[in-house]
């Protein structure tokens, strides 16, 4: 894995894994000591994909964006 330069976020640390068994070894090693924190900015339902889609390309979502497949949506997306 190599980090990639601060994109100016407080508390981001972007990193590139190229796909091989080393890299993703890595990867999961830092998952299971809790050391991969994922920050996610918005949830919603598969229905709305679309619209989940869209907040994503206008950079309106400060994290990650989860689309839940057979729930209820989250209460933080309207």
């Known amino acids: 894995m190599a980090p990639l330069v601060d994109i100016g976020v407080p508390g981001v640390a ?3 894994c ?3 068994h080393a890299d993703l070894t890595a ?3 830092l998952a299971d000591a809790d050391k991969l924190p994922v920050r996610i900015g918005a949830t919603y339902p598969l229905a709305r994909t679309a619209e989940a889609q ?3 390309a206008a950079g ?3 994290g990650k964006i989860v689309i839940e497949i057979g729930r209820r949506a989250s209460p933080d997306v309207p």
């Open 14 to 16: 972007p990193v590139f």
């Open 60 to 62: 309106e979502t400060p």
């Open 54 to 56: 869209r907040a994503l």
């Open 18 to 20: 190229r796909m091989d």
């Open 27 to 29: 990867l999961v090693e």
